[in-house]
C-alpha cells in the first residue's frame, strides 16, 4: 500500500525528465516516424538485397548504398530538427508490441542518443564503400544492413525489451561477418566475441526481468518502459541492497561491452580477425552500446547503486587506460594494437562517465563520438595496406611514408586526432573528462593523464616502424590511395578536426541530456524512501550527491580595466570550500 | 586603434592559410613557388604584428591588455567554459615580433637551403604550420589556447625533425621529441585541471598578479607552478627533459634555427612568465618555493649543457648543448623572479642563436653536407659571409660588449647575484662559470671551423656513422644570397640588439623592461645595491668571458693536429668520454626503455593479458564445453543452445520472482 503512494508520489516528481509521455504530444502531428523508418529502411534494404540474384552482385551493393544512404538522410533530418534545448525524449514514437506484460516498441532519443543514431548512420555507409572489393557482396550487404538496424534500435529504443532484443539482436550479424570475411582464426574470434557478450546479456535479462517483475509486485501492472522503470527504480521502490544487484546486473552486461579491464580479450580476437567494415562497426559504434547503456540505464535506474559503485568503475576505467596502452605498446599486429587502444579510449569514457560530472559525462559522451571518427580512419587505412599487402605485421611494413605518402599522411593524422592532439575532436573529448574526473576524483584523473603520454608512445612506436624508413621489396611498390577510398577517410577527418575546433554543436545537444541525468541523480540520492533504517531526512543527507561547482571570476572581457574586487571574494569563499 | 588589435587573428591566421594551401596543393605550386608563398605569409605577419604593437602602444600603459574572443571552444560543459581568443599585451606582442620577424628570415633562408629537395612544398607547409602554432601559443588567452599551440608546435616539431624520414634515426628523434614533451604536457594539462578546480577559469585575465589569485593555500599555488614549469621543461628542453633536443638536429637545420634555438624552445620560458603570479606568490610563502627549483633547474641545465658542448664534434650539436645552456640562464632568471631579464635573454639568445645555427647551415651546405667539426677548418676563405657573421654570433654569445649576448647575460647574473641570500650568490657562481666554458666552446667551434688546418680534403674515416660519404672533389663554396641575406640581418640584431634594455635608469634605457611591465605586474623588484657594484659584477663577466676565449684560441689556434685528436682528450682523461656521451643519460635511457620498460610491457601483454587474463576466459570455456561434451545427449553443442539456456534460467528466476511477489 505505502509502497504504491510512492510510486504516484515520485513519478510526479520525475516526469520532466524521464517520462516518455510528456513530449510525445507535442510532436503529435508530425506525420513521419522517422525513428521507425530508420530501423525499416535498414531492414527492408537487407530484404530486398536477399532476393537478388547471385549472379548481379552489384545490385546488392546498390542497394545497401541506397538504403545505408537514405538512413544517413534520416540522420541529418534528426540532427537539423532537434530542438537543442528541449528536455526529455524527441521524435517519440509508440508501437505495441506484448501489450499483456507491457512491451512494446516506443522510439525516442534525446542528446545523448542522438549523436549515437548519427555516428552509427554514418559509419555504415562508409564501411560499405570501403568493403566495395570483397566477395560474396549479397550476403556481406544483407548482414552489415541488419547490423545497422540493430545497432540503431539499440540507441533509440525506449522498452527495456526492445533494448534487450537489439542489443542481442547485433551479436547475429556481427557474428557472420567475422566468420564469413574475417581473416586467420575468425571462426575462434567469431564465437569468443558471440559466447562472451552472451554471458553478459545473461546477467542483463536476468536484471530487466527482475525489475519488471519488482514492478508488477508493486504496482500490479506490466511494463518495461524505460521511462516508467527508472522512475520506479530510482524514486525509492527498491530495497538498497537489490538495487546494488540489479546494477551488478546491467554494469556486467555493459562492462563487457565497452569492453572494460578485466573483461576485454574478446576485444582484440574480434578486432583483428574481423573485416575491415566489421572492425569500423565494432569500434564505432558496438562498443558505445556498453557506455550507452551506463548512461541510459544503469546510472538513472540506480543512481545510489552508481555513487556507490564509481569508485571501482573509476578504478577499471583508468587500468583500461593506462593498461590498455602499456599492452598495444607490444602488439606485433597493427590492428590489435588499435583495438588495445580502444581499450584505453573507452576507458575514458567509462571514467568521464562515472565521475558524476556534467564535465565528466560530456566529455565521455564527446569521446564515443570522437572515437569513432579516428579510430574508424585507422582501421580503415589499416584495411587498405592490408588489401594490398596481405599483412599487418608491423615488422613486414616500413617506409611507407615514402611509397604510399597520401594514404601515410592520413594515417599520421587520424594517429594524432588518436593521441589526443589538440584540434582534433579526441582532445576535447578527453580534456573534458578528465576536467569532470578531476573535480570529483582528483587521483583518478592524474593516473589516467599519464595514459595520455603512453598514447604517444605506442602510436607513433608502431608509426615509425611501420611508415618511416626506406620502402623495401612490396612496400616500395604500393599503391597510394584510390579516390574511392579517400572518400571513406577524408569526411571522418575533416570532422574530426571541425569539432576538434568547435565542439559546440555536439556539447550543446547533449548538454540538456546530460544536466537532466545530473539533476536526477542529486535528487534521487537525495530523496528519503521507505527502506531508511531511521526514515528522518537527516540520515539520508549524508549520502547526497552533490556535483561540485565552482564560482568563476567575474568575467571582464574588455581589456584595460583590473578585476574589480567583487571576483576577488568570490574566488576566496569558493577556494575556502574546496580548500 | 582598438580595431586593430581585434584584428590580431590574423598574425596566426595568415601562416595557417598558407600552410592548408601547401598542404592540399604544394605539389601543384612546386619549387620556388611554394617557398615564397610561405615566406609571404609569415611576413604579412610579421607587418601585422608591428602594426598591432604600435596599435597597443597607443594605449595607455594600464590600459594595454585587450582579450577578443572568436568563437567558445568548450561550451556546455557545466562551468568549464573556455573561448577560443587571443590576448594581446606587452608580453604576447614581443613573442609575436620576434617570433614573425626572426621566421619569416628563416623561412627565407629556407628556400636556399632546401633547394631540390624532393619534399621543398612539404617542408614549407610545415613551417607555417609551425608559425601558426607558435603565434597561437604566445596569443592565446587562456591557458587550453596556449595548450594548443603548444600541441600544435609538437606535432609540427615531430614532423619537421623527421622530415627525412627515410634515415632511421631522423625518424627516431623525432617520436623522441614528442614523446618527451609529451611527459612536460602531463605536467601543464595537471596544473590546468588544479587552476580550473579552484578558480573555475583558466582565463589569463584572472591571473595577472599575484594579488588576485586570492588566499589559496602554499602548497596549492607551489603545485600549480611547478607543474606548470614540468609542462615549460618539456618544451623548454631543461634537465632531465631536454633528452629530445641534442637528437633533434637531425632535422634539416633552418629547423634547428627555427624550432630549437629561436622560438619553440622559448614556450616554456613564455609560460612560465605569463604565469608568473603562480610563482610569485609561491615565492612569498613559507617552504617550498618554486622559484627556487626553477632557478637551480635552470642553473644545473646552464652549467651541464655547457661542459658537454665543449666536447662536441659535430657542429650543429654543440649549438644544441649551448641553446640548453642559454635557456638554463632564462629559467635561472625566471627563477629568481627577473622575468624581464629572463625575456631579455631570450630575444637575444633568438637573434644570435638563430644566426649562428643558420650560418652553422650555411656551412654545411657549403661542405656538401658534412657536419664534423673535425672534417672542417680555414672556412673563412672560402665562405667570407658565414664566417664573418658566425663571428658576430660568437662574440654576442661569448658575452663580449657591446654585443647583444653581454647585456642580457649581464642583468640576468647581476639580478641573481642581488636576489637575496646565499642561494643567489651560488647561483651567480655557476652562472658564471657556465659562461666561462660558453666563451670557451664557442671559441673551439669558430677556430675548428672557420680558421686553422683545412682538414676537409682528408677521405672520411666514416667512424662515427655520417650518413652522407662527403663529396671532396668539391671545394667549400659560400651559400646563395637567399641564404647569406638573413645571416647578415641576424648579424645586425646580434649586435644592437642589446640596446633593447640597457642597464640604465637615469635616462631610463631599460625600454624593454619598462614594456613588459604592464604584463609583469606584482613580479618581485631586485634592486642592484649601487651602479658600482653593478659595474664590477659586469667586468667580472666580461674577465671570465674574455679568459674562456684565451684558452679557446691556444688550443685550437692552428686546428687539430694530423692525427685528428683533440687536444682537450689528453687532458680531459676519462672524464672526457663521460662529456662525449653527456653524462650517459641518453643512454642509461636508451638501455632502461629496451631493458626493463620492454620487459614490463612485454609481461603485460604476454603474461597477464594473453594467458592469464585471456587464459581464464578460455579456460572457462573449455570447462563448459567439457562439461558439454559430457551432456551431450542432451545438448546438441550449438551456440544457440546457450542462448537458450540463458533464456530458460531468466524465466525460472523469474517465476520465483513473482511466486515470491504473491
Sequence with gaps: MIATETVTHTAGKATTMFSETVFSTEHGTRSF??????????????????????????????????????????????????????????????????????????????GIALFMVVLTALLFPIGLLASAKLENPRAFTVWMLLLEMSVIGVFVARDLIAFFVFFELVLVPMYFLIAGWGHGNNAYAATKFFLYTMAGSAFLFVAILTLGALYHQETGDWTFAIGKLTEFAAGGNIAPVTG??????????????????????????????????????????????????????????????????????????????????????????????????????????????????????????????????????????????????????????????????????????????????????????????????????????????????????????????????????????????????????????????????????????????????????????????????NNDADGRESECYKEPVRVPPKDHESGGESPGEDSHTETDAEDGEHG | ???????????????????????????????????????????????????????????????????????????????????????????????????????????????????????????????????????????????????????????????????????????????????????????????????????????????????????????????????????????????????????????????????????????????????????????????????????????????????VAIRQNDIKRVLAYSTLSQLGYMFLALGVGAYSAGLFHMVTHAFFKALLFLGSGSVIHGMHHEQDMRRMGGLKKFMPITGFTFIFGWLAIAGVPPFAGFWSKDEILAKAFFSGGVSGKALWAVGMLAALLTAFYMTRQVWLVFYGNERFRVPAHGEDGHATEPDHAHEPHESPTTMVLPLVVLSGLSIVGGFLSLPFTQPNLEFLTHWLEPSLEGAPEIHIDSFSSGFMLSVGAVVVGIIGIVIGRAMYQRGLPDDGVDPMESRLGAFSRVLENAYFLDIGLAKFVSGPATKFATFLAEGVDRKTIDGAVNGIGRSVKEAGDGLRRMQTGLVRNYALAIVAGAVMLLAYMWTRAI
Design chain 1, 244 to 533: 546494488k544487484l540489479l546494477f551488478v546486473g546491467f554494469a556486467i552486461a555493459f562492462a563487457v561491452k565497452v569492453p572494460l579491464f578485466p573483461l576485454h580479450t574478446w576485444l582484440p580476437d574480434a578486432h583483428t580477425e574481423a573485416p575491415t567494415a566489421g572492425s569500423v562497426v565494432l569500434a564505432g559504434v558496438m562498443l558505445k552500446m556498453g557506455t550507452y547503456g551506463f548512461l541510459r540505464l544503469a546510472i538513472p535506474m540506480f543512481p545510489r547503486a552508481a555513487v556507490w559503485a564509481a569508485p571501482v568503475m573509476l578504478t577499471l576505467a583508468v587500468i583500461g587506460i593506462i593498461y590498455g596502452a602499456i599492452v598495444a605498446t607490444m602488439q606485433p599486429d597493427l590492428k590489435r594494437l588499435i583495438a588495445y587502444s580502444s581499450v584505453a579510449h573507452l576507458g575514458f569514457v567509462v571514467m568521464g562517465t562515472f565521475a558524476l560530472t556534467t564535465q565528466g559525462m560530456q566529455g565521455g559522451i564527446f569521446t564515443m563520438v570522437s572515437h569513432g571518427l579516428t579510430t574508424g580512419v585507422l582501421f580503415l587505412i589499416v584495411g587498405m595496406i592490408y588489401d594490398r599487402r596481405h599483412t599487418r605485421l608491423i615488422a613486414d611494413l616500413g617506409g611507407l611514408w615514402k611509397s604510399v605518402p597520401i594514404m601515410s599522411g592520413l594515417f599520421l593524422a587520424a594517429t594524432f586526432a588518436s593521441i589526443g592532439l589538440p584540434g582534433f575532436s579526441g582532445f576535447v573529448g578527453e580534456f573534458t573528462a578528465l576536467v569532470g574526473t578531476f573535480v570529483t576524483r582528483r587521483w583518478w584523473a592524474v593516473a589516467a593523464t599519464a595514459g595520455v603520454i603512453l598514447a604517444a608512445v605506442y602510436l607513433l612506436w608502431a608509426y615509425q616502424r611501420a611508415f618511416t624508413g626506406e620502402p623495401e621489396g612490396d612496400n616500395a611498390t604500393m599503391q597510394d590511395i584510390s579516390f574511392r577510398e579517400l572518400v571513406t577517410v577524408v569526411p571522418l577527418l575533416a570532422l574530426s578536426l571541425f569539432l576538434g575546433f568547435y565542439p559546440k554543436p555536439l556539447f550543446d545537444r547533449s548538454e540538456v541530456a546530460v544536466k537532466d541525468l545530473m539533476t536526477h541523480i542529486e535528487t534521487w540520492t537525495c530523496e528519503p524512501d521507505q527502506f531508511d533504517e
Design chain 2, 1 to 307: 586603434m582598438q580595431r586593430f588589435l581585434d584584428l590580431v587573428w590574423v598574425v596566426p591566421a595568415s601562416p595557417a592559410l598558407g600552410a592548408v594551401v601547401l598542404l592540399l596543393f604544394g605539389k601543384r605550386i612546386g619549387e620556388p613557388k611554394a617557398g615564397w608563398i610561405a615566406t609571404g605569409t609569415i611576413s604579412l605577419s610579421f607587418v601585422w604584428s608591428v602594426i598591432t604593437f604600435f596599435a597597443l602602444q597607443s594605449q595607455p600603459g594600464e590600459e594595454r591588455h585587450h582579450v577578443y574572443n572568436l568563437w567558445k571552444w568548450f561550451a556546455g560543459t557545466g562551468d568549464f567554459s573556455v573561448s577560443f581568443g587571443f590576448l594581446v599585451d606587452p608580453l604576447s606582442v614581443t613573442m609575436m615580433l620576434f617570433v614573425t620577424g626572426i621566421g619569416a628570415l628563416i623561412h627565407l633562408y629556407s628556400i636556399g637551403y632546401m633547394h631540390g629537395d624532393p619534399r621543398f612544398s612539404r617542408f614549407f607547409a610545415y613551417l607555417n604550420l609551425f608559425a601558426a602554432s607558435m603565434l597561437i601559443l604566445v596569443l592565446g588567452s587562456n591557458f587550453l589556447m596556449t595548450f594548443l599551440g603548444w600541441e600544435g608546435v609538437g606535432l609540427c616539431s615531430y614532423l619537421l625533425i623527421s622530415f627525412w624520414f627515410e634515415k632511421n634515426s631522423a625518424a627516431v628523434a623525432g617520436k623522441k621529441a614528442f614523446v618527451t614533451n609529451r611527459v612536460g604536457d602531463f605536467g601543464f594539462m595537471l596544473a590546468m585541471f588544479l587552476i580550473f578546480s579552484k578558480f573555475g577559469t583558466l582565463d589569463y585575465v584572472h591571473f595577472g598578479r599575484a594579488s588576485e589569485l586570492g588566499d589559496i593555500s602554499h602548497g596549492t599555488v607551489t603545485a600549480i607552478a611547478l607543474l606548470l614549469f614540468v609542462g615549460a621543461m618539456g618544451k623548454s628542453a631543461q634537465v632531465p627533459l631536454h633528452i629530445w633536443l641534442p637528437d633533434a638536429m637531425e632535422g634539416p637545420t633552418p629547423v634547428s634555427a627555427l624550432i630549437h634555438a629561436a622560438t619553440m624552445v622559448t614556450a616554456g620560458v613564455f609560460l612560465v612568465s605569463r604565469s608568473h603570479a603562480f610563482f610569485d606568490l609561491s615565492n612569498l610563502g613559507e617552504g617550498l618555493q618554486a622559484g627556487t627549483v626553477v632557478a637551480w633547474v635552470g642553473a644545473i641545465t646552464a652549467l651541464g649543457a655547457a661542459t
Design chain 1, 33 to 110: 516516424p522517422v525513428l521507425t523508418a530508420m530501423i525499416l529502411v535498414p531492414l527492408a534494404g537487407a530484404l530486398l538485397a536477399m532476393v537478388m540474384p547471385k549472379r548481379r552482385p552489384e545490385y546488392a551493393r546498390v542497394i545497401g548504398y541506397v538504403a545505408a544512404m537514405a538512413t544517413f538522410g534520416m540522420a541529418v533530418f534528426l540532427l537539423l530538427n532537434f530542438k537543442t534545448s528541449q528536455h526529455g525524449y524527441q521524435f517519440f514514437e509508440e508501437h505495441g508490441w506484448i501489450d499483456a506484460v507491457g512491451v512494446s516498441f516506443n522510439f525516442g532519443i534525446d
